[in-house]
């Protein structure tokens, strides 16, 4: 297939840490912007894993031979499941703003009405990340813009 100099591709960035952020999209214009405009989209997997739930695992610490309440040890060290999740939704989400879609506010009186584009500041106001879907919404699906 011959190359078109107009053509942009959306970079995902996998990088360790950022204090402050899951991911970023960086762009020559405010958010959100079109591919055109976009420089690349950054996902800090390691404070996504930080703050994460815990994974847990079960071990007889106390060699009772009784793996109970007693033995379980917190590890953190690893990404499970939960944390591959909220990746897969961070990259969603990333490539949103490359795509102009722009942030949805959560909604306390319409907790159902969600969308990958939530802005993850309202976690608070939810509970956890759980809950936030990895699929956009029509109103997601009404913004994009491919150039």
Not at 14 to 30: M, P
Not at 119 to 130: C, E, H, P
Request: hydrophobic fraction near 25%; proline fraction near 5%; include cysteine.
């Amino acid at each position: 297939m011959p190359h078109n100099e107009n053509e942009r591709m959306i970079w995902v960035k996998k990088v360790y840490y950022n204090a402050d952020l899951y991911g970023y999209t960086d762009t020559t214009t405010d958010l959100p912007a079109t591919p055109n405009e976009t420089n690349y989209c950054e996902v800090y997997y390691g404070r996504i894993d930080e703050d994460g739930p815990p994974t847990t695992k079960l071990t007889d610490n106390d060699n009772d031979n009784d793996v109970d309440n007693d033995d379980v040890a917190i590890a953190r060290d690893t990404q499970d499941d939960a944390d591959l999740r909220e990746t897969e939704k961070t990259i969603a989400h990333e490539v949103g703003h490359a795509l102009h879609v722009d942030h949805y506010p959560y909604d306390s009186n319409n907790p159902n009405h969600l969308t990958v584009m939530i802005y993850y500041d309202f976690l608070d106001d939810m509970g956890d990340w759980s809950n936030i879907p990895s699929t956009y919404d029509n109103t997601d699906r009404g913004q994009i813009r491919v150039h």
